[in-house]
């Protein structure tokens, strides 16, 4: 499928810096080293509703990722995927009495709008799994020659044992994994299986539910990490630089893709690093479209909120950070986007090159957003307070922002 338009990104002075970035399997910070081409892989959304703040916040993490990058003189091979087949969307699609296939096209376009509107780089790939089953088929029936996957009643699991590396990247224990394997689309009481934990590969088709030609797996759907995991390898191939998410896909949906990925290719790991975002809540509950508790970057855009606010306002949060959406959230960011503005209207100002070595500092470091914002706004405020002479000054500021953080003055 399409993905949207790329917003362009000025080139700066002086020198980029490596990332060094938290990874979930190591539990500690690790430096990046891609080559020329680093390759980023994002889950991307199960489009049954429109985009909330809990999303824009973990795709605006994997944007500061690759503006990192960038600024490093790298090209960025980046793909993201469309959860448009699954449980969830099928559920909502029924419940609205509305057809799926429209329900998941509707929203995967308003998502479209909203990380244009944000100015979130677009993906090189942006692959949908109904796109993805033909090359999904072959790997199920790789891991079943390779005696890593199973039958039970015309479904198709794969077998966590069948990999020695299973529960290095979220290192949970047996209950925690079980737990969570329940709440986040497993099925780990379903009696017949050879481990609780084991993940549908292949979904055998369900009456009135659609399917497709699964060749020698019969008539059925993908399961939701086998779905990434094709998609990945298809176009980035194994031991590419980063698999990103938010923290609730840490286990089971990286986890579990991570294991069929080294089954399939006898390579480890399959990402370099895992790097998870926090959660965003509301009302002291994580945003989620089951529970709907949401406030939609939509909505906001057509409340007429500026979204080079929204993006400040995700930005003033540290992307591991667990954080709460509030309207003073808001109201802050608007407050902050109002003084930059003005800081960078006026034709001279206080030298910039050290705010930008600041900023780059900041966002090598685990993506410091924060400390970044702060060493602008003491450029904003001391603009403010004595003004300078540099005239070259304020257009750094507003291109350097815009380069490294995505907000357009
Ligand atoms: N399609 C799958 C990934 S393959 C999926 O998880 N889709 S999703 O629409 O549920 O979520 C899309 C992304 O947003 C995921 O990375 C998820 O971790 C993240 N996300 C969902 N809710 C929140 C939240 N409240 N705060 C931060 N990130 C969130
Ligand atoms: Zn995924």
Redesign the pocket.
Known sequence: MHAWPASEVPALPGQGRDLRIHDTATGGLVTLDPGPVARLY????????AT????A???NAFDLVQRVWLDTKRQVHYVQ???DV?D?LLERAQRDDVDWVALAEKETALFREDMTALRMLPPRHYIGAVEAIPGIVPLVERLRELGAAYELEGDVYFSVESDPHFGQVSRLDAAAMRLLSAERGGDPDRPGKKNPLDPMLWMAAREGEPSWDGGSLGRGRPG?HI??VAIALDHLGMGFDVQ??????AFP?HEMGASHAQVLTGEFPMAKAYV???????HGE????SKGNLVFVSQLRRDGVDPAAIRLALLAHHYRA?WEWTDQVLADAQARLGRWRAAVSRPDGPPADALVEEIRVALAADLDAPAALAAVDRWAELQDAQGGTDTAAPGLVSRAVDALLGVAL
């Open positions: 994002v889950c991307g959304i199960t489009p049954y509703d909330h703040l809990g999303h916040a973990t795709y995927n469309v959860t699954d969830p939701w779905e990434c990103g998410g938010g923290s609730d896909l949906h998870h975002a926090g959660m965003v809540a509301l994580k945003m989620s479209k667990d």
